[in-house]
């Protein structure tokens, strides 16, 4: 509960692995403490590293309500009305820089481009998924040639703990790494963009303060929005970074971890 024993006054929660199910399911559990929460007047935020066009399934599950932040916080989009909001994308300028250094660290990197209209790559970029909406295979001087949700680079050697590491001392400051795999990729985004920033901008225009935000996830791309939040929780099976983080901890997905902790707090 909030100080003085006050209800959240809003809930944050990443998808894949917090909620989302290995299957790619949402139980119904976890749809009616969503729905619960909701009727109350609470907003839920869902906070994610998906591009929108992976969240149409999302919003038909619950609702269509609401708003969620997409690509680590590049994006806001509209659950309702399913359009983004908000972008807060990577410059071409700074993120063919970030390509260069890390090539120049990492010569078999690939990288691939994230946009609003789609998702090209590098031929060494090799999807482990059926991507969607992927628009050319070509060079990432040639792919990438407008503001970017996000750079991907990927590295078929390097566990993404090992990757994270490497690139955050090749490119430093100059934009933000971060993963949420646990294969070797490595999510970009613009500099101080994080699933963080863009929820603290929308809690301030809400007038709900960081004390009263409750929230959940399970991967390293979490970790700035659980830093953040005034109660965060960490699912089971999380990664370990993101279970030494915090002092509050949910049963994992499968055993509708978050459902549950909703359910208490909220007297569902």
């Known amino acids: 509960m909030g100080a003085g024993g006050r209800r959240p006054r809003l809930v944050a929660t990443d998808l894949d692995g917090t909620i989302v199910r ?7 559990r976890t749809v009616r403490a969503l729905q619960g929460v909701a009727d109350l007047g609470v ?3 869902f906070v994610t590293g998906r591009p929108p066009r992976w969240m149409a399934p999302v919003a038909e599950r619950t609702g269509h309500r609401g708003l ?3 690509a ?3 994006l806001v989009y509209d659950l309702h009305t399913e359009q983004v909001v908000d972008t807060y994308p990577l410059s071409v300028e700074v993120g063919l820089e970030v390509s260069r250094l890390l090539r120049a ?3 078999d990197v690939g990288f691939a481009v ?3 209209q789609g998702f090209s790559r590098e031929s060494s970029y090799r999807p482990r998924y059926d991507v969607g909406m992927e628009s050319a295979v070509a060079a990432v001087e040639e792919i990438f040639t407008g503001p970017a949700t996000k750079l991907l680079a990927r590295h078929e050697s390097l566990d993404a703990d090992e990757l994270l590491a490497t690139a ?3 490119v430093g400051d100059l934009a933000e790494l971060t993963h949420s795999s646990t294969s070797g990729l490595v999510e970009i985004s613009a500099a101080g963009v994080s699933k963080a920033s863009t929820l603290a901008r929308l809690c301030e225009r809400q007038g709900v303060r960081a004390a009263d935000v409750l929230a959940f996830g399970d991967m390293p791309n979490d970790l700035p929005m659980l830093a953040w939040a005034g109660h965060a929780y960490a ?3 999380a990664h370990p970074a993101v279970l030494a983080a915090v002092d509050r901890y949910a049963p994992g997905v499968e055993q509708d971890g978050v459902a549950r902790v909703l359910e208490a707090t909220f007297d569902l």
């Open 105 to 107: 660290a990492l010569p």
């Open 168 to 170: 955050r001392e090749a």
């Open 72 to 74: 680590n916080g590049a």
């Open 68 to 70: 969620a932040i997409c």
């Open 235 to 237: 699912v089971a099976g």
């Open 114 to 116: 994230e946009t609003a």
């Open 22 to 28: 290995p299957d790619g399911e949402i139980s119904d």
């Open 43 to 45: 907003p839920v935020v």
